[in-house]
């Protein structure tokens, strides 16, 4: 697929208007997970404006979104960033053999506490 | 009162605290909470694509064998997903043709159930001010710091749940148990959530900054309706304050914790 078909695929997921973002940076200025990000949320609004959708989809910053929704509760225009990210991060795990986290590397990760909740989370985030 | 009840995966693992003393203190204010027959799990976030259907399927088998009773909700994944797939069954007409002509429902579905957290059934239906009057063992001279996370009460305007900003329900809740609130900025902050598992360095980041936060503004202990923020806080924040969930104060205010 081309930028543009990704783009207009993105858009019609997330259903989020890109065009309406006023580049306050509220977004960015309020995600828990910034320093970790290399693009970060306002980046997301006008990259897929500008049809980047190419590089956002290989960028580690698709997994570093909490869904903490702050971005989504803070945006004065009601942008909400969160639904790009979470579009783009679907369009890479919906490939064949995407998956972010696989089954196998589980048991590593687990500790007599983790809740199931942590688990299930991550797989509905990083997996199909 | 009787209303259909939802306890999630977690609650019947790692989290069966937040569901015993739940269930034990409800009947203790005369509500019954039936738990729901052979509901699945939410899966743990809401997904966000309006093309993602399969993935909240769960919710609306839930939400749709409660359109007699009501649904209450305590974990606050389970709550912030089911409620977010009701308002989508509501109000996104593509998405909810979709889910029902996959379910086959005798009357199709279109958000018209009631869902509302322990929380909210502990403000809307009993009243801070009966449980108040129930309580037996006040929680004199504690100061409790309510922890709020991301998934009570965000989108503020889909959960409808309390001001997302500038939340009380809980503050009111540590009153009503005798017990006095500490306010504190990193209330509704996100602890590092299920970052937990891949960046274990960022969820003892961000739960370190709430549990600090709590601390400074001189909190004895904080209390969290989720069990992810629970497991944060406690096993990730560099911290010592302790954490309990708030089910766990109101049963031991009630006298039915045992």
């Known amino acids: ?3 543009e ?9 997330s259903g989020v208007n890109p065009l309406k973002c006023m580049r306050c940076g509220k977004c960015s200025g309020t995600c828990p997970s910034y320093d970790e990000m290399e693009y970060h949320p306002h980046q997301f609004v006008y990259m897929v404006e500008k049809g980047e959708i190419d590089k956002l989809m290989a960028s580690p910053s698709i997994y570093k979104c909490l869904s903490c929704f702050a971005c989504v509760e803070r945006c004065p225009r009601d942008v909400e960033p969160a639904k790009l990210v979470e579009a783009i991060r679907l369009m890479v795990v919906r490939q064949q053999g995407q998956n972010h986290l696989k089954a196998n590397e589980i048991p590593a990760l687990l500790d007599n506490d983790l809740p199931q909740q942590a688990l299930v989370t991550a797989f509905r985030k990083y997996t199909k | 009162m009787v209303f259909s009840y939802y306890p999630g995966c977690t609650l019947k693992t790692k ?3 937040l569901d015993r003393y739940a269930r034990a203190s409800a009947e203790a204010l005369g509500i019954t909470l039936n738990e729901l027959e052979n509901w699945q799990c939410c899966g743990g976030a809401f997904t966000m694509a309006r093309d993602e259907i399969a993935t909240k399927l769960s ?9 007699e009773t009501g649904l209450v909700t305590l974990c606050s994944a389970c709550h912030n997903v089911i409620k977010q797939t009701n308002h989508a069954m509501a109000n996104d007409e593509e998405f909810a043709m979709k889910v029902n002509n996959y379910m086959k429902l005798d009357t199709p579905y279109h958000g ?8 909210e059934m502990l403000r809307d239906v009993v009243g801070f001010d009966k449980l108040a009057a129930a309580v037996k063992n006040p929680l004199k001279g504690k100061k ?5 996370g991301c998934l009570l009460l965000r989108p503020g305007k889909v ?5 997302p900003e500038n939340p009380q329900i809980i503050e009111d809740f540590i009153r009503a148990i005798g017990g006095t609130p500490v306010i504190y900025p990193y209330r509704n902050e996100c602890c590092g959530g299920y970052m937990a598992t891949e960046d274990k360095a960022l969820a003892s980041k961000k739960s370190t900054l709430v549990m600090d936060s709590a601390a400074e503004n001189g909190a004895d202990m904080m209390i969290t309706a989720c069990p992810l923020c629970l497991y944060n806080l406690t096993k990730n ?7 309990y969930y708030f089910t766990e104060l109101l049963a031991e205010a009630l006298g039915v914790k045992e």
């Open chain 2, 112 to 119: 018209e159930t009631k869902v509302i957290h322990y929380l």
């Open chain 2, 59 to 67: 919710s609306v088998r839930a939400l749709e064998a409660s359109r």
């Open chain 2, 159 to 163: 959960l409808g749940m309390d001001n």
């Open chain 1, 5 to 13: 078909m990704m783009k207009e695929q993105v858009i019609r997921m």
């Open chain 1, 1 to 3: 697929m081309n930028n």
């Open chain 2, 237 to 243: 924040a560099s911290g010592a304050l302790p954490v």
């Open chain 2, 144 to 148: 409790i710091a309510a922890y709020y």
């Open chain 2, 15 to 17: 989290a069966k605290d």
